[in-house]
């Protein structure tokens, strides 16, 4: 859409919407004419809006239904939750300035701040916000689990939290929440996106439309959102939060998110310093910007700035292996002597600089990847490249000398074809044979979540930062998901168990480790890279540091 028609929409839009608390409402529209004009032409000297595009588009602002990065990383915007993640990925307060945990692990006590407003909206007597209390935290957190919210976020209380008195208001500043059984990762859980705190009357007001007018109390507050061209936000004037020296936060005036869809056109928008950053780099022109170790090439060397960051994610390949399912009393994958050879029998580090451009780590460790305080890659001892050792094993489970291991199936997805093709080749050099079966995401989904598929490719980001959520796909009382593989280990359970109540952190660590040897040792899975964030990012723009759980963190960031 040109420019002139994409300013004439949106501000048309703009009329449509009720604006509280503006009493010249033609002086708004110029003023906002004004900013939408400097958010397309990225040209107003006076404003610092910051510019970056979601290509995948935006489902809604609707804190219940952030489930994916583009929904959460406009809510982040927006909102507030009681506790949040810093960037050495420890709990930090947020709207709740302190805490305390019952003896018995069940009871969580949460003490908030009495200086968090939600911002200025029609929904508001006289359209001006009002303070953020306990009343609005049980609000929020009732709604996740109402079924007729319909929330994909509900699974995070649901069987956790006491479901007759879990969520209690025990005066403006003091909420209390009640755990049916010890959850210690309960206070990570709270720092996702999710439980973003948001006012009643919003809700009842706006009803189904709540999804594209939010009222929260975040260092940004909203403007509009044309689906499919813009969504516009503004400096929140009242936010709480202030840097060291006193100064309220947020730095920059505004954000401006633009929708293409095509990743070339996002990429050409960036060259022409239209966008501040972009988020990952597409296959297409990976090869153009970076080296096979990682680095900007030297034609972009002091133009733009990439930055590299350990992401919460792992890339694997699991292995069914339910020894009462008829797919595995079959296979020769039942036998742990060769789960582990195919562990040994592939080169992580060469996949990882000539298929991945170094984008990521190698998973030589366990199943928790590197960027949790937990990991501890010199306790941990995964797998590293070792031929040698693949075909002693595949002797030592009855194979070689003449005895062929059958052919075995790996079911993966489109993008991740030539990933398979590789490991196959690798694996048939020591002795395994692998047909390489590329379906459709939505099929390996359904296969996966029915035990019906013995060997697949599959990933893991982290719902909250710890490390237990990594540990819970292991769980044998969990179902598929996310116990895809529907591995059973009773001395995998206790410890699983104990590090549920366990408090302090020192010890609970231990634990983890415990539980990620022990997959290691079972091969449950093939652990093939630990992934990284990697944004590009214009010269000009300062304090916008990465963080592993990949969240757009702007309540700091300059333009200079």
């Known amino acids: 859409m040109p420019l002139k028609q994409s300013r004439s929409s949106l501000i048309n839009l703009l009329k449509r919407l009720p604006v509280a608390g503006i009493k010249n409402y033609s002086l708004f529209i110029i003023s906002l004419s004004t900013i939408v004009v400097s958010c397309n032409t990225h040209q107003h000297p006076d404003k610092k809006i910051f510019h ?4 995948s588009g935006l489902a809604s602002l609707d804190p219940a239904f ?15 939750t009681l506790v949040e993640i810093d960037s050495n990925m420890q709990l930090a307060p947020s709207v709740a300035k302190r805490w305390s945990i019952s003896d018995d692990n069940l009871v969580f006590t949460f003490y908030l701040r009495n200086d968090v407003f939600f911002t200025n909206d029609d929904c508001f007597a006289n359209g001006k916000g009002r303070k953020l209390t306990a009343q609005d935290v049980e609000y929020s957190f009732k709604r996740i689990v109402d079924k007729n919210t319909a929330s994909p976020g ?9 479901s007759v008195d879990g969520f209690k208001a025990i005066d403006d500043t003091t909420f209390q ?5 010890p959850f210690q990762s309960i206070l990570g859980i709270l720092s996702m996106q999710y439980c973003s705190i948001i006012p009643k009357e919003a809700v009842e007001k706006y009803k189904s439309d709540f999804r594209r007018h939010p009222v929260g109390s975040g260092p940004f507050s909203f403007v509009a959102w044309e689906e499919g061209q813009a969504l516009v936000l503004k400096k929140n004037e009242q936010y709480f939060e202030k840097d060291s020296a006193g100064n309220r936060l947020p730095y920059l005036d505004g954000i401006k998110v633009s929708f293409y869809d095509s990743k070339a056109t996002e990429f050409l928008e960036f060259q022409q310093k239209r966008l501040d950053f972009i988020d990952d780099i597409d296959a297409s022109f990976k090869d153009e910007v970076l080296t096979k170790t990682g680095n900007l090439k030297k034609d972009w060397v002091g133009k733009i700035v990439l930055q590299k960051q350990p992401y919460l994610n792992i890339e694997y390949l699991g292995i069914l292996v339910d020894e009462q399912n008829e797919l595995v009393k079959n296979s ?9 050879a195919m562990n040994y029998g592939f080169d992580r580090r060469k996949m990882m600089l000539y298929l991945r451009n170094s984008i990521g780590i190698a998973a030589e460790s366990g199943f928790v990847p590197c960027g949790l305080p937990s990991f501890d890659s010199s306790i941990v001892k995964g797998y590293q490249y070792d031929p040698i050792k693949a075909k002693q094993l595949l002797q030592e489970a009855g194979y070689g000398n003449g005895k062929e291991l059958p052919v075995i199936k790996l079911l993966t997805i489109p993008i991740y074809g030539d990933l398979g093709s590789y490991i196959a080749n690798e694996l048939q050099q020591v002795g395994i044979r692998i047909q390489v079966e590329v379906i459709q995401k939505s099929l390996l989904l359904e296969q996966t979540s029915k035990s019906q598929a013995l060997f697949f490719r599959g990933s893991w980001i982290a719902d ?6 990594y540990l819970s796909v292991f769980y044998s009382k969990n179902p598929a998901p996310p116990n895809y593989t529907r591995y059973k280990n009773p001395a995998y359970d206790v410890l699983y168990e104990k590090a549920l109540s366990e408090q302090n952190d020192s010890l609970r660590y231990q634990l983890y480790r415990q539980m990620d040897q022990l997959i290691v040792n079972d ?7 630990y992934d990284m964030a990697i944004h590009l990012v214009q010269n000009n723009i300062k304090d916008f540091p990465p963080n592993s759980l990949n969240l757009l963190e702007l309540r700091r960031a300059k333009i200079e």
Not at 154 to 162: E, G, H, L, M
């Open 464 to 469: 909250y930062p710890d490390a237990e959520n």
């Open 66 to 80: 952030a489930k994916n990065k583009q929904v959460m990383w406009s809510v982040h915007q927006l909102y507030n």
């Open 52 to 55: 970056y595009n979601e290509s």
């Open 177 to 181: 929440l009640k755990l049916l059984r």
């Open 523 to 529: 091969a449950p899975v093939v652990p093939l890279w």
């Open 154 to 162: 509900a699974w995070i209380f649901n069987n956790r939290v006491d």
């Open 332 to 340: 020769p994958l039942r036998s742990q002597k060769i789960r582990q």
